[in-house]
Every structure is written in structure tokens, then in C-alpha cells.
């Protein structure tokens, strides 16, 4: 803590230059103290985080540092260029929690020298000239930049620079951060269009250096980052990868339609066309912003705001292709949604870009990561059948422990990690609640500090009261979204009056310190279906209760499997507290039956309106999406045929 | 035709040996001689058999021939190691069109000559040895069987093998016969079970030699080479390759219950059993085959006969996991359920083998192929989405002349060549009718020869006359297929009465030549749906009509797509012959009404039973599935909403 300088403390994952043009900016120093994401983020504090360097070690990716440092010798291990990312995803997650345990006054001496050991082995491993990459200079690939199209060199150092921003506003220093620059320095010596005498005019087909490099201008105050940003997302769309989508190369953002190709590069191409939007005020990348935004929102989210439909290329599928069984859903890709989401909300202000970041933390993002913080799951299905063959592997419906292939633990750590500064905004007249958890959010109202207190048992339960604990004396706008399922709230304590505009609740006056105000949201579980251009879920229905979706598991209904169980969509929905069943949930009753279906005949298909036999009753339970594939191996479904 | 021999003369695709134990036996030179499947024999025998040897030379593989036998210089054309089976299922389809056009008493000297030409340089291409793979030849790859996963070169002297066979049987002459038993029997000096004294015990993990091999002991008599077959078909599932699906090697067949991993290998191992169990009497493969056709056909098999529901590794899916824009079904995935299929029933006399074989050629196979023979496609989904983006390449929804992976174009030519072997068989006692199609077909009662000509314009019109050509004295049985789609047929003719036994009308009279039997299957159009469990398509029917399965395609819905449209399953289905649409087509009209969907809100899952805006009446036409894709780019569907 000692290291920490209060400049920097606690400015999270996006801090706003000092010329952006957003309707939004982040608060300083939000604290989450108790509740559901307080519980999540002490796994991730106590099992998730300390492990990461054993496991990055078992995976080879320390031993790759230690061979490109010379501090080892053997041959590169693992299968992937980008393997170097999996080190500094977990430095950033370890960085963000620095900053927690620092404003929370805990002890972060154990953390620290973690971090300080790995980032010395980062420094180690670098090249003289800043170039650093252990795949490249372990002699595996045709040398530097040779193969963009795979290579994720840039796409590595875009996670570096993260890492080395995250530690610097942790703890106030620099030795990662100038490994960072040293590497984005040199890659501004190398790429550049044609005429600039840097030899390379191209891109990484793997984004996510073009939001990094925007983030290090605003770290340092240095345009040339933000100049460098703004070249290679410009020079996508033109070819330069055979207008491959999967490259993110078919056509220009400010040409697209919709959000297309591999879901997580699209999506960390979209986090930097939205920083570049806020920072240079470009507006067709705004409008390429919003517009890809809906595109993807309302033809290829699917339910739990997983996205992405094909395990080919892990790929966005065509609007609304949103199968089940083989949604990909790929845990990055949900983080990257909420990426997105998050600069877009701060962009424009609106709520329902933290609807839909909302929808996916409770579920799509959450269920990546197992209840005990031990296990993980790569793609998150909507469906898992009856009968289903699962030979394991990163793509297995089972949960892992480790991925080959492990881009996605250590962006669950991360994320979580720095969770606290998606919850809340400051517009300069007041004060935004974006997400509803117990603790502590700033806000600012004509140049003067204020701040709130939160107290909820969300999503479990709809009540969160608002404190006011500091406040200036002139009148400001407390702002709480009115979360997109919501139909019926209450509000209550000193306020009982709002204006309801677009998905906030504006409450303006003259605060007191001590004022409270209360809002109820409706808990009342639903049932949803989708769009009847959904073909995969006609017919069916899906539980859901606040920002939980909920779905059936085969241990919760013994007997069979789910594969004929049906949904009676006009009986009640019963609402259960559980605290003995998967760590504490709520879970939903229903009621329906299972088919009593015939032994398979040699063909599936019969002439339509043929009769069906009836079912025997069943009690369906239903427990939250984000908790499933926590006990045994089994069926699952979230879509609930209705007859 | 003076060069082939009268005793090889037409003997099909499989050839039973002395001591087979099959209950039927594929019959002596069938031959089509009008109707639908002579028509598209002769787009095959005119388009794209003539088109091979050019298209072979385009992409590379006749290079790689000429490379490896010394003929010419440079690298390795082309990206995949089995792209000798190009050549070679050409080479086979133009024998097996050698052998139609001999029966026929058309000219074959330039065909011929092509064959000869080609044939030479395979030869040329062999090494001293008998190995003869130009990948590993040309080095490419690590070396002989380093890489028995991906490698193919085993796969490859499988396709070598067949087609050495069809040129045997076409032509009576041995030069690729004398090939591919060079390489069979260098593969039998290094290939056997520890101990055995030859090097390596493992099979390559894409089956296909395995039913060469035992063709080829049909061929030969040699009955190595069906022990080889044995021993490659049981080493499978013991963990060789990793007790992967993808390499046919989780558990063996034996021990399988269901159909899984690649559908091709899946298939043509399956393929192989058959073999065996027919060949040798193993009546534990016997039971796999049938247990594993029937788990194929009852839960991983597509309205049109397609198999393969996974793009990812061309993976058979779970138990009614179907979907419909990404059914794989792959072209040559539907050969090989073809290939798989007509053994079965050879081995158990069950129609219903023939009635998948039926529906696969006439939809999932057929579609395979444009109507004008010069166009492909690798996948055939079952839907194609308004809004699809498609960026060409092998598995795009639209045609494509030839492909970088070009297995299916030959696959199709070499099965359309030798059709008609699959058509009809006899049991000794008479003979049984499996396809309808105009043609002369031979049988066997009691050791005498008969035959019947064959007169239909099916599947237009449902009826078929069998006439009585050759008849012993002694009663027999016509044996005539009952479509399992058929529920109303009429008898006429000589007999108007017949036993029914299992999908087999039987006839069993004392015949004279002329008589003529006649049978009239109904075909009006109908309705079907789907086991519930396929939850695909919940809500949907489809139509059919006879053998065919239909789709709308949005060529003929102007105005509008087809995501939003639905049909009304009480309306009345109309018939409509329309020569000049697709080449001469019979169109099924149906009532519907498409959808007034609202622009996509953000959102698109709304509250279960919120109202939707009525429609506005459409004229649906639909026409058969095997003929969409060769008008304008659109969309396409199988399924049709109810509402």
C-alpha cells in the first residue's frame, strides 16, 4: 500500500484522456464490499490469482521467459504464439487486485513480490530493441512479423501493455510499464503506412494492441500511441488479409454492417474503435460503434449475452443463428462483449449498453468460471443433450482445470479483478449506478467530490438502497439504470419521485448526507422467448429472474434426461432460497412433464400431426445458468419447449 | 467395348466372393436406360467425366504424378496428402462409365485413351516397392507412414485399389490392377499385429482401405488381402490414435453403440464391416453394422439423408443434434452412407437399408452436384438465412467449380457412373427391385438366369411397369420395394396380389415373358415433422413428395426473405409439372403468409406470449431440395414454421 501513489490509485481498466468526448466517465476509486460479485472476486483473490503462477508454470509459459532470457534451456513449450499473454493477463489480474487489496488497507506484501518476480522475467526476456515475443525468439514461426495473419505478436503486446497500465495505476511503478513502451516504441519503428519509411504497412489479425495502445496514451500522454491506434484500425477492411472476416479484414468498421468473423478479435477491434471514438471525437467510428453494437445485440447475442455461433473459427454466425447445443460463447468473448459495452456506455451514456453488460457478467462471463474458482469452461452452450460424447479438451462441456489453449482464465481474473469500474459513471453533474452491488461509488457534481453507498443482496434479491455519504451543496442527478428485464419497481426513501428517461431513473435535488434512497426492483420470475427468427428455440421457453438466466440440470431431475421434458408454460413459477445448493442460490420451480416418448424407430421424421402420447407430471427446478456444470456430469437445457 | 471381358462385364461397385454370406447378391450388367437417373448419367458421363482429367491438371495432382515419376520438375502442387484419390476416384468413375457405355455399345476410344494415358503415369509414379503416395514422395511430411493421423496414405492406396478394380471389371485389363496390388502388398509387408515381424502395428485413421482391401480380395481371390482388411478394421478403438472419435479409434465397432466422430471414416469403416460380416460370417460386426446403421438413422441423419452435423472436425453430432444452416452433410459423407447402406442390405435383405439409399441419392447426394454438372458443393445445409454472408470457399452455400480440398466432385462422378449396380439384386430365388428406374435388370431363380425391363418416370410420377423379359419355368419372386414414405400403393398388372413382407411387396408366380406388373405409388404431397427430440425444428414441417424432400429457395418468393415466413399446414399442397423450371421439375405449392416482423428491436428475446403481428398471405412454392443453389444467390429452407 505504501507503494501506492493516490493519483493512480484504483482508475481502472479505461481512464479517459484529457480531451475525449464521452458522456460518461469512469469514477475514481470505487470500492464492491459485500454481496454476490464480493464473494465472486474473494475466489478470485484467494484461489483464482495465487494459483496462476503455478499453473502458468505447469503450462510452460515462465518456462518460455526463463528460455528467451537465457535463464533456461530447452525448447518452447506448449502450441501457440501467444501463449506470452496467459503471463500478462495475469499480471494485470494480480495489478487490479494490488489496487483492491490497497484500498481496502490488506496486506498485498505475498502478491507483490509475485508480480515483481514475473515482471522481472518479463523485462528479462525482452530484446534489446523492445521486440519481445518467446515464440518468435525461441526460433518457432519464420521470424518476426513474418505471419501476421497468425503470429499474435502484436496481439502480445497489446496484453503486455494492459498488464504494465494495470500495474503502474496499482502501484505507482514502472518497471513493467517500461517494458511496454519499450515494445509499443518498437513496433512504431516497424508498422506504418506505405510512405512513412517504417518497413511495415499491416496489421495483427488478432486485435487487441489497437485498445492497449489507446489505454497507454492515456497512461502517458503520449499521441503517438493514440496515432499508432488509430493507423491499424484503419487499415483493416483493405485487403491486407485477403478481406478474410475471421482477420477482421472483409471491410472497413466504418462500412460494416454487422459484427462478423471470430467474435473475440471483432469485438477488441470494436473496444478500440470506441476508445479512438472517445478520444479523437471520429464519428463515423462512433456510429460504426453503435451501429455494430445493435447489430450484434439484436441478431447474435444469445440469451445469457454469449456470443458467437460456430466452434469454426470461433465465429460470429449469421443474425440471429443462435444455436444451443453448439453455441461457442467463448468466455473471451464475453469479456470482450463487455469491453465493448463498457466504452460504449461511457460513449454515449446510455443505459443499454450496461443492460446488456449486465446480462452477460450474471451469466454468458460468469459461467465461465466454476463455483470453487478451481475449473473452467472455454465455450459456454446453451444446451447440453442427453447422450452427449464429450472427450474433454478445451472445448469440452466439462469443466477443465487448465486449457491448452488458456486464453480464457486468466481474462476471467482480470475482469473480475478490476469489476468495480463497470459499475459506476460520473457525467460531471452527478452520479450513474450502472450495476447494483454493496459499496462505495464517486461521483462528481460541477467540479465537487461526492460519493454513495450501496447496500443490495442483487440479483438475489431487487431491493439496493443508495446512501448519500458526501455531498456538495448544490443540487446534482443521482442516475440508477432500470435494468432492460425490469417492468415493475418501486422507489422509495427520501425519493419517491424520478424522471424516467432511456433506461435511467434521473433523481435531481438538493442531497443531504445520510439521504437514502431505495429502489425495489420486481424479482418475479418470467418466462422470455425469443425473436420467431430464432429458429433454434421456436417453440420454447426460458426462466429467468432479474439478471439471472436460469436453466434445468439433469442432477436436479433424476429419473431421465432433459431431452424430453416439457415446459407447462401457464403454471406458476415458484421462487426458493437455497442456501445449501451451489454455494447459496435461489432457484425457480416450474411445473411440466416428460414425455412419454417411444423407443427411437429407425427413422425421426413422421407425417406432421401425428399424435403424440402424453407425459407423466414433472417438477421442474431450475437453478441459475452461471452455476451449472457444478456437480455431476449430466444434460442441461436453458430453452424449455412448451408442447 | 471388344477389350472387356463378357465374365467382368458390368459387375458393380461390390462383388460378392465364393463364400460370401449374404442373404442377397448385387445382379450382373444392370443397366438404366431413360428417366430421371440416365439423364443425370449423362450430364456425368458428358460434363464431368470428360471435365476431370482437365480439372486434375488445373489443381495440381497430375503435376504431383508426373512430379514423383520424373517426368517434370518442381514443388508439390496443392495442400492436402490425399490428393491422389483425386485422380484415383476419377479413374474409377471412368471405368465404371467405360463399363455402362461398353453395354451400351457406345464408342469409348477417347475415354479409354484418357484412362490409358493417366493409368501409365500412376504407374510411372510407383516406386520400386509398390509405395506410391506423391505427398511423402515429393518431400512433403516426415516420411512413409510417419503420420499415420493425418497422413492418408494408406486412405490413398484404398482409392487406388478401387479404382484399379472398376478398370479390371470395365475393361478386363490389369495395368492399375497390377498397381494397386503392388502397393496392397507392400502395404501387407509392413503393416501387421506385434509379432507378426512386419514394423508397424497401426492403421491409418481415415478408413477406406479397409473395404478396397476386401474388394480387392473379391477381385483376386487372394484372401490376404481380406485379412489385412480384418486386421486394420480391429485395430481400431485400442487407442492407437489417442482413442480419438475423430480417428475412428474411441472403442471398436464392436463395443459401439452409436455412429461418431468424422461421418466419412465413420461410414466407410463401416463399410468395411460389412464387408467382413458378409465375407467371413463375423456376426459380432454384423450386429455393430446393423446397431450402428440404425443409430445413424434414427437420431444423426438429416430430412435429406445427410449426415454430419458438425463443421468442426466433419463430426457426426449427438443424438438428434440436427441443425439446419449448419448441417455439414457433407457430399461425400452421403456416398459413403450409400456405400455403407447397400453392403447392409446385401448382408440382411432388409428394404430399409435401400429406402435411406433412396432418400440419401435423391436429396443429401444429389444436391451435391449442379444440374449442369459444373459446379459443386462440399456441404449441403439444410438452411441458407436471409442476411447469410458467405466469403466462397469450400464450404460456401453457393457452387464452386472445384475446390482446394476436392474430394466430393469425383466421389459423386464415380458413384453416378456405377448407379445402376445399386439398383437391383437377387437371392438366388428371383429378384428384387430397390431403385425404380427405367432399365433392364437380371436376376437368378434356382440357378437359372431371368430378367425384367424396367419402365417408370419416377420420381415424377409414381408409377412403374416391370415387364417380364426371361423367365425359367419355375415360379420365382419379384420382390418390389415399398418406400417407407408410401402409405398408398396399388397393384396392377399380371398380379394384383402380393404378400408383404417388411418394405417387400412379394410376388412369387409362375411367370411368361411379357408379363408386365404394374405399381403405382401414390404420390401426393405431404407434411412431415420431426421427433420432438430434434429440437432444431420444433414447430416446422417439411414437404415431401414421393422420394423427394422440397425446400422454398427465395428465387421464387420475390419480395421479401424467407426467415420471416410461414407456412399453413392445413392449407391445401398443389402439384405443378413445370418443364421448364430447373431443368423439368414438379413444384409443390402450399399456403402461407409471411410474418409482418417489426424492424429488430435491441433486444430479441421478449416476454413468453407477448402477441406478433399478423402476416400477409404468400404463395409458397417449393421445389426439390436436390435441385436448389443453381439459380440466384438466396436463401433457402427445408423447414417451414407452423406459426
Known amino acids: ?53 503455478r499453473l502458468l508454470e505447469s503450462a510452460g509459459n515462465l518456462h518460455n521467459l526463463r528460455l528467451v532470457a537465457g535463464e533456461t534451456e530447452g525448447a518452447f513449450r506448449g502450441d501457440y504464439p501467444f501463449q506470452d499473454t496467459d503471463v500478462y493477463k495475469w499480471l494485470e489480474a494480480a495489478s487490479w487486485q494490488l489496487a483492491q487489496d490497497a484500498v481496502a488497507g490488506r496486506d498485498t506484501g505475498a502478491l507483490n513480490a509475485e508480480v515483481d518476480r514475473i515482471t522481472a522475467l518479463v523485462a528479462a526476456a525482452q530484446q534489446e530493441d523492445g521486440y519481445l515475443n518467446t515464440w518468435c525468439q525461441s526460433g518457432r514461426g519464420d521470424g518476426r512479423y513474418s505471419d ?35 515494445f509499443a516504441d518498437h513496433i512504431g519503428t516497424v508498422f506504418g503506412p506505405a510512405g512513412s519509411g517504417r518497413p511495415i504497412d ?48 472483409r471491410v472497413p ?8 468473423g471470430h ?50 473459427e470461433e465465429d460470429f454466425g449469421d443474425p440471429y443463428e443462435l444455436p444451443t447445443e453448439r453455441a461457442y460463447c467463448e468466455t473471451c468473448a464475453a469479456v470482450a462483449s463487455i469491453q465493448f459495452g463498457w466504452r460504449m456506455a461511457l460513449l454515449t451514456g446510455q443505459a443499454r449498453y450496461s443492460d446488456l453488460i449486465e446480462r452477460t457478467l450474471f451469466n454468458g462471463f460468469l459461467a465461465g468460471m466454476s463455483l470453487d474458482g478451481e475449473s473452467w469452461l472455454y465455450v459456454n452452450p446453451l444446451q447440453v443433450r442427453d ?21 480464457c482464465p486468466p481474462n476471467v481474473m482480470r475482469l473480475l479483478a478490476g469489476l468495480e469500474h463497470y459499475f459506476a459513471s460520473t457525467d460531471g453533474r452527478g452520479l450513474q449506478i450502472h450495476q447494483y452491488a454493496s459499496g462505495v461509488f464517486h461521483g462528481e457534481a460541477d467540479g465537487a467530490p461526492l460519493n454513495v453507498s450501496v447496500n ?61 434512497v431505495v429502489l425495489d426492483l420486481d424479482l418475479a420470475p418470467r418466462l422470455v422467448s425469443a425473436d420467431s427468427r430464432v429458429d433454434a428455440v421456436r417453440g420454447c421457453v426460458a426462466i429467468e429472474r432479474g439478471p439471472l438466466v436460469y436453466c434445468l440440470e439433469q442432477a436436479d431431475h433424476p429419473g431421465g434426461g432433459l431431452d424430453d421434458v416439457v415446459i407447462d408454460a401457464a403454471g406458476p413459477l415458484t421462487v426458493k432460497e437455497r442456501p445449501d445448493l451451489l454455494g447459496g442460490v435461489v432457484t425457480i420451480g416450474g411445473t411440466g412433464y416428460r414425455r412419454s416418448l417411444p423407443e427411437p424407430g429407425w427413422w425421426p ?11 407423466t407430471p414433472l417438477e421442474l427446478v431450475a437453478v441459475p445458468y452461471h452455476a451449472w456444470a457444478n456437480r455431476a456430469v449430466g444434460s442441461m437445457r436453458v430453452w424449455l419447449p412448451t408442447s
Request: hydrophobic share 35%; net charge negative.
Open 1 to 53: 500500500m505504501s507503494r501506492m501513489s493516490s493519483s493512480t490509485a484504483g482508475v481502472g481498466p479505461v481512464r479517459l484522456g484529457p480531451q475525449a468526448r464521452a458522456a460518461l466517465r469512469p469514477t475514481e476509486a470505487p470500492a464492491v464490499t459485500g454481496g454476490f460479485w464480493y464473494d465472486r472476486r474473494v475466489i478470485n483473490a484467494q484461489v483464482c490469482i495465487p494459483q496462476g503462477p
Open 148 to 182: 501476421l495473419r497468425w503470429g499474435h505478436e502484436l496481439y502480445n503486446a497489446g496484453h503486455l501493455i494492459q498488464a504494465a497500465i494495470a500495474h503502474h495505476r496499482a502501484t505507482g511503478r514502472t518497471e513493467l510499464l517500461d517494458v511496454a513502451r519499450r
Open 202 to 249: 499491416g496489421f495483427d489479425a488478432h486485435p487487441e494492441v489497437e485498445t492497449a495502445l489507446a489505454e497507454l496514451y492515456r497512461e502517458t500522454g503520449d499521441r503517438h500511441y493514440l496515432d499508432l491506434a488509430r493507423y491499424f484500425v484503419d487499415r483493416h477492411g483493405h485487403g491486407l488479409h485477403g478481406h478474410e472476416a475471421y482477420c477482421q479484414d
Open 253 to 260: 468498421l466504418r462500412e460494416a454492417e454487422t459484427v462478423e
Open 263 to 312: 467474435a473475440v478479435r471483432q469485438l477488441y477491434l470494436l473496444a478500440a474503435a470506441a476508445d479512438l471514438a472517445i478520444e479523437t471525437g471520429d464519428e463515423s467510428l462512433a456510429a460504426a460503434g453503435v451501429r455494430l453494437w445493435h447489430a450484434m445485440a439484436a441478431t447474435k447475442t444469445h440469451l445469457t449475452g454469449g456470443v458467437g455461433a460456430h466452434h469454426e
Open 387 to 407: 447422450g452427449h460424447v464429450d472427450e474433454g479438451g478445451d472445448k469440452s462441456s466439462r469443466r477443465t482445470r487448465w486449457f491448452r489453449c488458456a486464453c
Open 456 to 516: 443490495t443482496d442483487y440479483p438475489w434479491r431487487g431491493r439496493t438502497a443508495v446512501t448519500v455519504e458526501r455531498t456538495p451543496g448544490t443540487p446534482w442527478t443521482l442516475s440508477l439504470r432500470i435494468p432492460q428485464w425490469c417492468t415493475e419497481y418501486a422507489l422509495g426513501g427520501v425519493a419517491t419521485d424520478a424522471e424516467v428517461q432511456d433506461g435511467w431513473l434521473r433523481i435531481h435535488r438538493s442531497w443531504t448526507t445520510g439521504d437514502e
Open 605 to 615: 421424421y413422421v407425417p406432421a400431426g401425428s399424435s403424440q402420447a402424453p407425459g
